[in-house]
Every structure is written in structure tokens, then in C-alpha cells.
């Protein structure tokens, strides 16, 4: 988060007309989220156990995440950046940024692991309001 906020930064003062673009690519990337989410298929819930990852390559996957990074680009170029540059105002959103996605990513493990046979059954109405909720939310960054 400190990455995407400090380069949206360094970028927005470079270039300031790319920031509302930036906020344009970040919404197009959630409705592309919310599209794959529609179309989603259920699978069987057992993961390749022949070659679990390593704590160091789930360290790695978090910096190469897509996700992360265009919704650290989204919401810094959307909600912080259009009030000026402050690197306090940067640092503190990456630091609540990290929090939330932390505890975000342990309640979607546990909740995703004891909810899983709910989810089977009803599968398509989950992920038609999932991918509803992500609509909602790239229309929210546009019109911001």
C-alpha cells in the first residue's frame, strides 16, 4: 500500500490528469472482477496438496497480487490523492489498508472454510449478489 500510494503520488504529481483516469482504470478493473465473479463455477473445495505454498511465496504473492495493487492505485487515486499530497495522509491509509486486508483475509479463510457446503448449494445466488455488491462499488469510485 505504501508502494501504490507513494508511486499514485509521485505519478499524480508528474501527470495530474491521470489521476481521475487511474479511479476510470480502477472501476473498469472491479466491473471485470464483478463479471468473473458472475460466471464463477463451483468447484470441488480441495486444493493441490502436492505442492503447498510456502510462507515465503505467500509473502511474494502478496506484492504480485493484481487485486491489491489496483485497488491500492483505486482507492488512493480516488479517496486520497484528489485532497493533495500529504505523505502522513499516505501513510496512515496504507497502515489501515494492511489492517483491514489482514483481517479481512483471515474472516474470508475461517467463514470461507465453515460456510463452504452453504456456498455449494447455493452458489450462482451468492456470487450474482457478490458480483451486484462489486458493481455497486465501481460505480461508488466513479462517482467520487
Same mark, same amino acid.
Given at each position: 500500500m505504501l508502494i501504490c500510494g507513494f508511486g499514485c503520488a509521485a505519478l499524480g504529481e508528474l501527470v495530474p490528469q491521470i489521476v481521475? !483516469?487511474?479511479? #476510470?482504470? &480502477?472501476?473498469?478493473?472491479?466491473?471485470?472482477?464483478?463479471?468473473?465473479?458472475?460466471?464463477?463455477?463451483?468447484?470441488?473445495?480441495?486444493?493441490?496438496?502436492?505442492?503447498?505454498?510456502t510462507c515465503g511465496n505467500g509473502l511474494l504473492l502478496q506484492f504480485l497480487?493484481?487485486?491489491?495493487?489496483?485497488?491500492? !492505485?483505486?482507492? #488512493?487515486? &480516488?479517496?486520497?490523492l484528489p485532497y493533495g499530497f500529504h505523505p502522513g495522509r499516505i501513510v496512515a491509509f496504507a497502515l489501515v489498508m494492511a489492517l483491514c486486508a489482514g483481517t479481512g483475509n483471515l474472516i474470508w479463510a475461517t467463514l470461507g472454510s465453515l460456510l463452504f457446503p452453504l456456498y455449494k448449494k447455493y452458489a450462482q445466488a451468492i456470487n450474482t449478489v457478490m458480483a451486484l455488491l462489486l458493481v455497486w462499488c465501481a460505480w461508488k469510485i466513479v462517482k467520487t
Open positions: 481521475p !483516469v487511474a479511479k #476510470y482504470i &480502477g472501476a473498469a478493473y472491479v466491473l471485470y472482477l464483478a463479471y468473473k465473479t458472475l460466471i464463477r463455477k463451483t468447484g470441488s473445495g480441495t486444493a493441490d496438496a502436492s505442492r503447498p505454498l497480487n493484481v487485486k491489491i495493487l489496483m485497488l491500492g !492505485v483505486t482507492f #488512493y487515486s &480516488g479517496y486520497i
